[in-house]
């Protein structure tokens, strides 16, 4: 079965970087888009970025370019996501999503979400 | 590039029907047909529920219907039940971006 295992919470200082892993399992990890959602406790879902898993590219929100950074690892089939110089207001629940429209979000699974807190 | 525009709550007894709009521009729900509505209960992840506008991913129940007229987008959910409690919210493809509603807290009375 289709699986996304995202690496677990964790507590980062204001300033820091973070990176959070997305392991992919029970399907063809190069087929399918991952895109990047975050949500701040209490508010909505934030759309991040995507990357193409079979090539490589990678489309930012604008919001993100330069402070975030998508990669994988084909050969473990794993994403992750790189958020640089941590505030307090990055503090959220970050999920990795599958989607079978490429750059186009329609999630039909979920990472389990990762929770991160950025304490000043 | 700003959030589509939703509704902060909605409401209905059970049996009764809601509806949720979903605002935003012609750059985005105004030229593509990409529009999906996610529902999200606490503490769990978003679920699909509607894609390309009208369509329903297979499990979801036909009490959920997704339509759009102009640069708007609505989501019915008919026959309100107590589990359809939840946030729901819309997105829409918009050239290689995404864009997110901001969200809309349907209540069973």
């Known amino acids: 079965q289709v699986q996304l295992v995202q690496s677990g919470a964790g507590v980062k200082k204001a300033g820091a970087s973070v990176k959070v892993s997305c392991k992919a399992s029970?399907?063809?990890?190069?087929?399918?888009?991952i895109h990047w959602v975050r949500q701040a406790p209490g508010q909505g879902l934030e759309w991040m970025g995507w990357?193409?898993?079979?090539?490589?590219?990678?489309h930012y929100a604008q919001k993100f370019q330069g402070w975030v950074t998508l990669t994988r690892d084909t050969s473990i089939s794993t994403a992750y996501m790189e958020l640089n110089r941590l505030r307090s207001d990055d503090t959220a629940m970050y999920y990795c999503?599958?989607?079978?429209?490429?750059?186009?979000?329609?999630?039909?699974?979920w990472g389990q979400g990762t929770l991160i807190t950025v304490s000043s | 590039q700003s959030a589509l525009t939703q509704p902060p709550s909605a409401s209905g007894s059970p049996g009764q029907s809601v509806t949720i709009s979903c605002t935003g521009t012609?750059?985005?729900?105004?030229?593509?047909?990409?529009v999906s509505w996610y529902q999200q209960h606490p503490g769990k992840a978003p679920k699909l529920m509607i894609y390309?506008?009208?369509k329903r991913p297979s499990g979801v129940s036909d009490r959920f219907s997704g339509s759009k007229s102009g640069n708007t987008a609505s989501l019915t959910v008919s026959g309100l039940q107590a589990e359809d409690e939840a946030d729901y919210y819309c997105?829409?493809?918009?050239?290689?971006?995404?864009?997110f509603g901001t969200g809309t807290k349907v209540t069973v009375l």
């Open positions: 990357i193409n898993p079979n090539s490589g590219v990678t």
């Open positions: 999503a599958r989607t079978s429209y490429g750059p186009v979000l329609v999630v039909d699974y």
């Open positions: 997105s829409s493809y918009a050239a290689s971006n995404t864009l």
């Open positions: 390309e506008v009208t």
């Open positions: 029970g399907y063809t990890f190069t087929g399918y888009y």
């Open positions: 012609s750059s985005d729900i105004g030229t593509y047909n990409y």
